[in-house]
Each structure stands twice: as C-alpha cells, then as structure tokens.
Nanobody, 125 residues
Framework: QVQLVESGGGLVQAGGSLRLSCAAS????????LGWFRQAPGKEREFVAA????????YYTDSEKGRFTISRDNAKNTVYLQMNSLKPEDTAVYYC??????????????????WGQGTQVTVSS
C-alpha cells in the first residue's frame, strides 16, 4: 500500500497559477504510475494527467493540455502538477492517485489503487 499526501491547493484568481505536490510513502516501488484527478461539486471525479516512472508518456485531457504540466521527482517520491492560466471551471478538489506499472497509464478511477485525501483548488473570476 502507498500513502499519498497532496499539498499546494488554495484560492487564486483567474489567470493565475498553482503548483500541486503529492508525496508518496510506503511501498512506492509497487506503484510507479502516478496520476491526478479532480472532482468539482456535483460532478464525477475526472482524470487530469498521469506520468510513468520514467516521466513519459504524459496524458492530459484536451482542456488542460498546454496549461497543466505533470512531473515527478523519483528521489523524493513526489509528483507535481503545475497549473497555469487557471480558469474558474478548474475549481475542484484535486486528488493524487497511484497505480502499478503493469496497469499502464490509465484514465479511469478503477485503474488506480491508492488515493490521497485531496487538496482544494478554488479559482475566482
């Protein structure tokens, strides 16, 4: 099992930036795929991005591509999500998730075994 702790959320104005971090601990060697999901009030949790152990390939949904960048520091067991040009519709709780490499870079919640508690991102207009 892997424990995931997100940080870096907050309140930002539209057009601003935030950098989310997710620190992994425990059996991190068994969960080499790290991903970010988000859930807005009243909506389903949706995939944002995922990254493999070696940092490639990287998946984004179309609306985030070009604005969001996922990266990782394996020495620190940490994955990051740099979010630029934020929009009010980016407001959500952002969750970090982990999956074994054998499952590949998935976009479904069911592809991931471990989840963090989430960090709130609020973008004001």
């Amino acid at each position: 099992q892997v424990q995931l702790v997100e940080s870096g959320g907050g309140l930002v104005q539209a057009g601003g930036s935030l950098r989310l971090s997710c620190a992994a601990s425990g059996r991190t060697f068994s969960r080499n795929i790290l991903g970010w999901f988000r859930q807005a009030p009243g909506k389903e949790r949706e995939f944002v991005a995922a990254i493999s152990w070696i940092g490639i390939p990287i998946y984004y949904t179309d609306s985030e591509k070009g604005r969001f960048t996922i990266s990782r520091d394996n020495a620190k067991n940490t994955v990051y999500l740099q979010m630029n040009s934020l929009k009010p519709e980016d407001t959500a709780v952002y969750y970090c998730a982990a999956a074994p490499s054998s499952r590949g870079l998935g976009r479904r919640r069911s592809d991931y075994d471990d989840w963090g508690q989430g960090t709130q991102v609020t973008v004001s207009s």
